[in-house]
């Protein structure tokens, strides 16, 4: 597990060849000024099939796993984190369909989304419901072979694009008093049906080029068939998606830390002041230390979680160690490089104030850093008698 496959390998050069080639920084603070997704990086990537690879071949996918899906991403993100996480957010909540969806599922979807044709949201959070999924106040009532969907979900990603195909919904559909888990059902609601309408959430800190927006469902009627896995496992498969989507939130924080970090590197052998570079006062050296440790950590964990999953060795506490590794290692990164860039790092020229902003909103996305520490207390403790 030390070292890359060779295909591996290959993929991680490819995705930072592609970044390289297709990313700038003039067009992501364009778009971020007009909140514009990335439209025409985003086909290229999808030509390329950088944004399914971890779909199966028969889906346009590229039969990979989650290690390779975690280099893309932190290769991207590396390159610029607001490019990145549009393109590792085009695809949102799809592995709900992947891992869950029935056969016409996938194969109406998961090539539209891996040939860069639409993009997908989840529905999860609420106006009165962070985290607290179990306690939702979004309804599907079946009528007859339909479901009926009311309710309202808040920060939908690529909530109202022009592209978005659909939405992934966490609807109650039962009152279980004894498991309340057991009341909770996913569905597919696509973007056209009548009595669904989004509203921009407003302006936000960072990731200004995914859409971020309020989703409003009143009286939706979708077919039996667009009910994701079994009614009443929606809570189920909501934990087993985050164990996936965790680490991909995780190598976004990754690719960011190292983004700033190599911004930083570069930066402090160039500047001087009081006749030394920035780089030779050993403050400055102590602090650069204790960066780059926490980005080989980060990687160390993020990959450790992949790899477990691609295994079939998921393991809840590792990703969201991973999360929170990486996550956290991303935010202080971002602060220690803009400290060491003194004001020039608070000023868009270096890109570094942008990586610091997108930083914060992935410890957000995903899954909070208290619910993460619940996670891995609660398997650590085990059961209290
Ligand atoms: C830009 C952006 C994009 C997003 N995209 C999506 C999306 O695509 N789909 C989606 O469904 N949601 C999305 N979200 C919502 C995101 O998942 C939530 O903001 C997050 O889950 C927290 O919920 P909340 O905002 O309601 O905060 P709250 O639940 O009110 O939590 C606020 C704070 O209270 C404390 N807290 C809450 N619960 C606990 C607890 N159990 N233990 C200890 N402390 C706690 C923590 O300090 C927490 O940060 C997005 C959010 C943002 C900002």
Redesign the pocket.
């Known amino acids: 597990m030390f070292e890359l496959t060779k295909s591996q390998k290959e993929i991680q050069k490819a995705a930072r060849d592609f970044a390289k080639g297709e990313f700038d920084k003039e067009i992501a603070y364009e778009l971020e000024i007009t909140c514009e997704f990335p439209r025409k990086i985003w086909k290229k990537a999808a030509e390329l099939g950088f944004l399914g690879i971890h779909y199966p071949e028969n889906c346009s996918g590229g039969g990979m796993g989650l290690l390779e899906n975690v280099l893309i991403n932190e290769a991207f993100c590396r390159n610029d984190c607001s490019l990145g996480s549009a393109l590792a957010?085009s695809t949102?909540?799809s592995e709900c369909i992947l891992r869950f969806g029935s056969e016409e599922m996938k194969n109406s979807w998961l090539p539209r989304l891996a040939e860069g044709e639409v993009l997908s949201?989840?529905?999860?959070?609420?106006?009165l419901?962070?985290?607290?999924y179990l306690n939702i106040q979004t309804s599907a009532e079946k009528k007859g072979d339909s479901w009926v969907i009311n309710g309202q979900?808040?920060?939908?990603?690529?909530?109202g694009d022009p592209d978005t195909g659909f939405y992934v919904v966490?609807c109650r559909t039962a009152t279980v008093e004894e498991s309340p888990e057991e009341g909770l059902s996913l569905f597919l609601v696509e973007s056209t049906r009548s009595g669904l309408s989004t509203e921009p959430?407003g302006r936000?800190l960072?990731?200004n080029l995914?859409a971020?927006s309020s989703l409003t469902l009143k009286g939706v009627e979708i077919p039996a068939e667009n009910l994701i896995g079994k009614e009443g496992r929606g809570f189920t498969h909501l934990q087993d998606y985050f164990n996936e989507s965790r680490i991909i939130s995780a190598a976004r924080s990754l690719g960011n830390a190292a983004g700033s970090y190599d911004r930083m590197i570069e930066y402090v052998k160039g500047r001087i002041q009081f006749g030394k570079k920035i780089a030779e006062f050993q403050v400055s050296q102590h602090k650069i230390a204790d960066m780059a440790t926490k980005i080989e950590l980060a990687r160390l964990i993020t990959y450790k979680a992949a790899w477990a999953a691609d295994q079939k060795k998921a393991d809840d506490s590792l990703s969201s160690m991973a999360k929170l590794t990486a996550g956290r290692a991303a935010v202080e990164i971002g602060s220690h490089t803009i400290q060491l860039f003194g004001g020039y790092g608070f000023m868009t020229e270096y890109e570094v104030e942008r990586f610091y902003r997108d930083a914060k909103?992935i410890e957000?996305?995903?899954?909070?850093?208290?619910?993460q520490?619940?996670i891995i207390a609660k398997n650590a403790i085990g059961k209290i008698k």
């Open positions: 957010l949102s909540a949201g989840r529905a999860l959070t609420e106006t419901r962070g985290e607290d979900k808040r920060y939908v990603d690529n909530g966490l959430a936000k960072g990731n995914t971020t909103v957000l996305q995903d899954g909070i850093k208290d619910v520490k619940d």
